[in-house]
C-alpha cells in the first residue's frame, strides 16, 4: 500500500528546520505485515528528543529513515500468527520490542532486550528486515515504528493494547515519555513515599517523571529547568519547588530545598553537565537516575571516593525499567484517576506537513511534548 511519511535522508541540516527541512513529506510504500506483525492507522505521534537528536545527528541511525517512535493508532491488518489483537483495536507503539527469550527477557527486564536492541540499532523490525521503501530505495524504521506516517507496519512485540475512549494524543505520549519518566521513578528508583525527589530537564520525560514522583509520595519534590515556563508548568502540576538551572548556586538551592540533597535525583536533559549536576544535588547514600541520552562520546567523570565513601549510586534507566505490558494499563489507569495528568503535557497537536517548524520548537525549549495527528 501506500502511505504518507515524514523522510530523513541526511542528518545535520542547519537550523532552523523549517527552511532547511530536513524531514521530506513524501508517499511511499508499506509493505504488508508479516509474521507477527500488525499494520497500524497512526493516529498520534508525539516529537521527542530522540527523534531531534537523529536529525541533529547526536545519535547516529541508518539512512535514510522514517523516523518517530511515540504513537498510537488502530489496528487496520493482522499478519500471520497474531492471534491476540483485533482489527479495530486501540494500540501504543512501544520503540524497543522485546523477543521474550533472550535473558533479559527471560529474567524480567524487557526493555534490555537484546534481539530488539540489534534491530534497532540496525533500523528494522524485530523479525529483520524493513517495511518501508521509496522510488530511491529502502527505507530503515527508527525504533521499530517509523510512526511520523499515516500507517505503519510494526512488530506485535512493540504494541500494547488500550482502551478505546482514551484519546489518541494522550495515549501515545504513554509509549515513551510517560513510559520512560514515570518508569525511572517507580521502577528504577522504586521511590517511597516521604522521599526526597529532584529532576533536571523538564521536558515531556523530566515531567513525567515530576508526575511520577508526585503520585509516589515523593517529598519534597523539586524541578529544575533553564525555562521559566516549564517551571511554571512544574509547580502547576502540584506541590513543586523549582530552581532555575542558571542560576550560579542552582546546586545549593537544590540542596537546601532537600535538606542537604535529595534520595532521588533524575537526570533527563540527555546532557553531561546537567548529569555533573543532579550527581552533585544527591544526598550521601543517595541515588542519581539518568535516562538523558547524550552524544555516544560524551563521558561522565565520578569520584570514586565518593562514590565509595558515601555509598552513592548512579544508576542507568531505559524505558522506565518498564514491562509494558505490565506499565502501560498501570499508568493509564492512574491518568483516569486523576492520579497522573499526562494531558498537562500535551503543547499542542499539528498536521505531519508542520514537522519540521515543530522540531524548531523542540530545539528551543518552546514545547514540551507536540503531537502530530492524522486523520
Not at 498501570?330 to 492520579?339: I, K, P, S, T
Amino acid at each position: 500500500m501506500q502511505t504518507t511519511a515524514a523522510v530523513l535522508r541526511a542528518v545535520g541540516a542547519p537550523r532552523p528546520y523549517a527552511d532547511s527541512r530536513p524531514l521530506a513529506i513524501e508517499t511511499v510504500t508499506l509493505d504488508p505485515p508479516g509474521r507477527d506483525e500488525v499494520l497500524v492507522a497512526v493516529r498520534a505521534a508525539g516529537l521527542c528528543h530522540s527523534d531531534l537528536s537523529v536529525v541533529n545527528g547526536d545519535r547516529p541511525r541508518p539512512m535514510p529513515m522514517t523516523l518517530g517512535h511515540e504513537a498510537a493508532g488502530v489496528v487496520e491488518a493482522l499478519g500471520p500468527g497474531v492471534g491476540d489483537l483485533a482489527v479495530g483495536d486501540h494500540v501504543v507503539m512501544v520503540f524497543m520490542p522485546s523477543c521474550g527469550h533472550c535473558d533479559p527477557c527471560a529474567s524480567g527486564r524487557p526493555a534490555l532486550c537484546e534481539p530488539g536492541a540489534a534491530a534497532n540499532v540496525r533500523g528494522e523490525l524485530l523479525g529483520g528486515g524493513v517495511r518501508l521503501h521509496s522510488e530511491a530505495g529502502d527505507l530503515h524504521h527508527h525504533l521499530g515504528c517509523s510512526a511520523f506516517a499515516s500507517h505503519a507496519v510494526v512488530s506485535r512485540r512493540s504494541l500494547i493494547k488500550v482502551d478505546a475512549d482514551l484519546p489518541f494524543e494522550h495515549a501515545a505520549l504513554f509509549g515513551c515519555a510517560v513510559l520512560t519518566g514515570v518508569g525511572a521513578v517507580v521502577n528504577t528508583a522504586k521511590v517511597r513515599a516521604g522521599q526526597s525527589a529532584a529532576v533536571v530537564g523538564l521536558g515531556g520525560v523530566g515531567l513525567s517523571s515530576v508526575l511520577g514522583a508526585l503520585a509516589s509520595g515523593a517529598s519534597p519534590v523539586v524541578a529544575v529547568d533553564l525555562s521559566e515556563d516549564k517551571l511554571a508548568l512544574a509547580r502547576s502540576l502540584g506541590p513543586v519547588r523549582t530552581v532555575n538551572a542558571s542560576d550560579a548556586d542552582a546546586v545549593d538551592q537544590v540542596r537546601a530545598l532537600t535538606g542537604g540533597g535529595a534520595d532521588f535525583v533524575f537526570e533527563m536533559a540527555g546532557s553531561v553537565r546537567a548529569l555533573e549536576a543532579a550527581w552533585k544535588m544527591t544526598r550521601r547514600g543517595g541515588t542519581t537516575v539518568t535516562a538523558g541520552l547524550p552524544p555516544p562520546e560524551a563521558a561522565l567523570a565520578v569520584n570514586v571516593v565518593r562514590l565509595v565513601a558515601e555509598e552513592r549510586t548512579l544508576k542507568g534507566s531505559y524505558i522506565g525499567t518498564c514491562v509494558p505490558s505490565r506499565d502501560i494499563p498501570r499508568y493509564v489507569a492512574l491518568f483516569r484517576e486523576g492520579r497522573l495528568p499526562v494531558d498537562r503535557l500535551l503543547s499542542g497537536t499539528i498536521p505531519l506537513e508542520r514537522i519540521n517548524a515543530a522540531f524548531d520548537d523542540l530545539a528551543e525549549g518552546r514545547a514540551v511534548r507536540t503531537v502530530v495527528t492524522f486523520p
